[in-house]
């Protein structure tokens, strides 16, 4: 060691520029140190999006083997197999406020046990909890003297304020039960599901206890064909009277040992249950169900190892088990296995699925959503934290809240997530709800719904079905307000989901913008008493109409008179009309449709005759045939006209174009009596006019754009007779302009990081030594010369001026 020392402090005196590297590079190594933590410090681990950091719900001195929990509105209860102080029992938390706060342990059971029996025999609790509020707890001991288990249970009748005592199970007709379930009905039954060696295969039984405190006889409910090596794992869901069981079955399929999934049911609370069925079905194993009921769908999820991995897999049945998907929904089919599947369901309708795998390199408990209405999958994310292997998830819906425990690190954790979201206030003031206009252009605002993960945006979607959901976010959560451009006429609905930062969708805002914009078309007048034209003795005729576009429609206006044409003016709300006592002669019936913006439509003329009349001179008809139309204005009462004016139509390109450049279409509508001369346009960004100009043409060219928001005013100009011109309404268009930068990837990677470095300025500050030990390790040679060359210069300068003075002394 001493030599290598030597030989350091000879190199490092013998040769001068071997200082400066080794300073600047220990400089180097200290800033990127100091820069590598202070990023760090700047990217701190988070929990998942819209899940709260997971918290601790069993306290340090328990070392928890296995639990159970049961939910039952906002009532949580968690009993936990553990060792506390080398006694090992049965402890119970309870939370009356949805999960946010647990009790201490109470020990329903404990015994000490020696250390090296402890390990030997799980006692694998369950819990249940009835909507009157008894708990009940059931476990399995090993018992010494049969060398088998017994089952044990115990009972709270105040939400687990207190126990009773411990008391052995003992069903009768059956040796070693082990591994118990519990459940209560709908109507306060209690039922325990078990496990017992019988018939040379491990089967599943039943029994039922009522208020009496009696349990009825055990029931094979399994019932095991011979081939059949046992049933495991049941998974137990009640509904009404309604018992519905899954259980894992393992018997011979094609000569060799497989698993599938096998489903009973009791429809009067247990008293009997259906033969089993076989739901699961191929080549591969299938293990593990969850039974989840909801909104008379059954679903089961379980695991299945067709893909050699076991991938977590959902079916459904719509008919309470009577039939189920031949094909299975894929959860999650990763690299790795996954475990214990579980899931629960929302208000909006979204089972959410909960697991564990090791795709990180260690067990997490991972999350994964799917939306019923929608058939979509929600990204798999993982919500445990830490290095220690997460299992055995629960999860379920307590009030607004995801509530998700696990076990890890012999603790029992938990986390909550946002489960729903409020839906957005949606109005427009350009097309108020109720209203008919005959804007074309929309502007639809809306009001943010408070949210605890905050709102991540948007799902918006225009279309003429009133109940369409949209699936896809396309709004950030910025926007606030959508512009609506080239309605058309009737009905158009806009649909607005609001998405928060937990990923729920809230229920969709369907609000209906109503264009009214052209007359309505003419009604189709039919009577069956005088067709039309034709001479008929009766004099109480009836009519009846249709017409076209039906929503737009307020009413009519109708006139019946005598031998000519009359202006309707008897207002009716009705599509039918009765006279009577008629005198012989001609008749016409005029008819007009009125919108719901108050605007006439074309008019409809029916002739027809009571008895007889002379016919009538063909100019006649002619004289009395009107082509009205009606203007643009709005107005509150029909208002006859015998002009159609011009008018134009703007289309418009992209609302966001991506060039310098943009053209716009025109339609321009040319009535009899008038002739198209120009178009005139104005470009405004903002308030400032940037560009004013015409066309004689259809279309509208712009060119120089820079990047900005814009507002294109166009009008059309018409010549009528005499000279006169006519001006058009504004027509309007707005768009934005977002050129491309052209940028490389490394130039916007680097300006990113000048970005992050601005915002954190220590980050600057860490890299000012490595910047000053670059300069000087780069310059440090060309210091020493030109020190060394202003030393000679001096020196050469000082010879000189004293070789002067002594040739003057001289």
Wanted: hydrophobic share 35%; aromatic share 12%; with cysteine.
């Amino acid at each position: 060691m001493n030599r290598i020392g030597t030989i350091i402090l000879r190199i490092h005196f013998s040769h001068p520029y071997f200082r400066p590297v080794v300073w600047s590079t220990a400089g180097i190594i200290f800033a990127c140190m100091l820069g590598t933590l202070l990023f760090r410090a700047t990217s701190l681990r988070t929990s998942p999006v819209g899940w709260e950091k997971s918290f601790i719900v069993s306290p340090a001195p328990i070392a928890v083997r296995h639990y159970s929990c049961a939910v039952k509105g906002r009532f949580a209860g968690i009993v936990t197999e553990g060792n506390r102080f080398g006694d090992q029992g049965i402890f119970i938390q309870i939370s009356v406020d949805g999960g946010n706060t647990f009790s201490e342990p109470t020990a329903v059971s404990l015994k000490t046990i020696p250390k090296d029996e402890s390990a030997k025999a799980p006692k694998s609790p369950s819990l249940a909890v009835s909507g009157k509020g008894t708990l009940y707890v059931t476990w399995q001991e090993f018992d010494e003297p049969s060398s088998g288990f017994v089952v044990y249970g115990s009972a709270s009748a105040d939400f687990g304020v207190t126990w009773g005592a411990p008391e052995l199970l003992d069903f009768g007709g059956t040796d070693m039960n082990f591994i118990p379930h519990v459940a209560f009905d709908d109507g306060g039954r209690l039922h325990i599901f078990y496990h017992a060696y019988a018939e040379n295969a491990f089967n599943l039984y039943h029994v039922w206890r009522d208020t009496d405190g009696k349990f009825s006889k055990p029931d094979n409910v399994a019932r095991l064909s011979p081939e059949m090596k046992g049933a495991f794992f049941p998974s137990i869901e009640t509904h009404g009277d309604y018992i519905f069981v899954a259980w894992q079955g393992k018997g011979l399929e094609r000569d060799r040992l497989s698993d599938d999934i096998y489903f009973i049911r009791s429809s009067n609370r247990g008293s009997d249950f259906s033969d089993p069925e076989r739901i699961t079905r191929g080549g591969s194993s299938s293990s593990a169900p969850f039974l989840l009921y909801s909104k008379d769908r059954l679903f089961c999820v379980y695991e299945n190892n067709e893909r050699k991995n076991w991938d977590i897999r959902v079916i459904q049945s719509a008919t309470l088990g009577d039939s189920w998907d031949a094909v299975p929904l894929t959860v999650s089919s990763t690299n790795a296995n996954c475990y214990s599947p579980v899931a629960t369901i929302t208000d909006n309708d979204e089972l959410v699925f909960f697991w564990y795998d090791n795709r990180d390199g260690v067990n997490r408990i991972f999350t994964r959503r799917y939306g019923l209405n929608d058939n979509r999958f929600s990204k798999e994310v993982p919500i445990s934290e830490g290095k220690n292997p997460a299992r055995s998830p629960f999860g379920s819906v307590i009030g607004k809240k995801l509530f998700v425990v696990w076990e890890q690190n012999a603790r029992v954790y938990g986390t909550f997530s946002d489960v729903s979201v409020q839906i957005p206030t949606v109005l427009s003031k350009t097309h108020p709800d109720g209203k008919w206009v005959k804007k074309a252009e929309a502007v639809i605002s809306w009001t943010p719904p408070k949210d605890e993960s905050g709102i991540a945006g948007y799902a918006s979607l225009l279309s003429r079905e009133p109940d369409t959901n949209p699936t896809v976010q396309n709004l950030s959560e910025n926007t606030k307000s959508e512009t609506i451009r080239s309605l058309g006429e009737g009905i158009t609905y806009y649909h607005l989901r609001a998405i928060d930062g937990a990923g729920n969708y809230s229920r969709t805002v369907h609000y209906p913008l109503r264009v009214s914009r052209t007359p309505l078309p003419m009604p189709v007048i039919e009577s069956k008493t005088h067709p039309e034209g034709k001479g008929v003795p009766g004099d109480a005729p009836v009519f009846t109409w249709a017409i076209a576009d039906i929503e737009r429609v307020k009413g009519f206006v109708y006139k019946l008179s005598r031998n000519v044409p009359g202006k309707p003016d008897t207002f009716t709300e009705q599509m039918s009309l009765s006279e009577s006592g008629l005198s012989e002669g001609r008749y016409f019936l005029r008819v007009q449709g009125i919108d719901k913006t108050n605007t006439p439509g074309r008019v409809a003329d029916y002739e027809f005759i009571v008895g007889r009349a002379e016919r009538l001179d063909p100019r006649e008809y002619e004289k009395y045939a009107m082509n009205e139309t009606y203007t643009e204005e709005e107005t509150d009462k029909p208002v006859y006209v015998r002009r159609v004016f011009p008018s134009i139509e703007l289309l418009p390109s992209a609302s966001t174009i991506d060039s310098s450049s943009a053209e716009f279409g025109v339609k321009v509508k040319t009535p009899k009596g008038f002739t198209f001369d120009r178009l005139t346009y104005e470009l405004y960004a903002g308030s400032v006019r940037m560009d004013r100009g015409g066309s004689g043409g259809e279309k509208i060219r712009l060119s120089g754009l820079s990047d900005g928001d814009y507002r294109l005013v166009v009008k059309g100009v018409f010549s009528r007779k005499g000279g006169k011109t006519y001006e058009t309404k504004p027509r309007e268009a707005r768009f934005g302009v977002r050129i491309p930068t052209g940028e490389s990837p490394l130039i916007i990677a680097l300006k990113a990081v000048i970005e992050h470095a601005v915002r954190n300025p220590l980050i600057i500050l860490a890299f000012f030594p490595v910047l000053a030990m670059m300069l000087f390790v780069v310059s440090s040679g060309r210091l020493i010369f030109y020190m060394k060359e202003i030393t000679a210069r001096m020196m050469s300068r000082a010879r000189v001026i004293v070789s002067a003075i002594h040739s003057s002394s001289v």
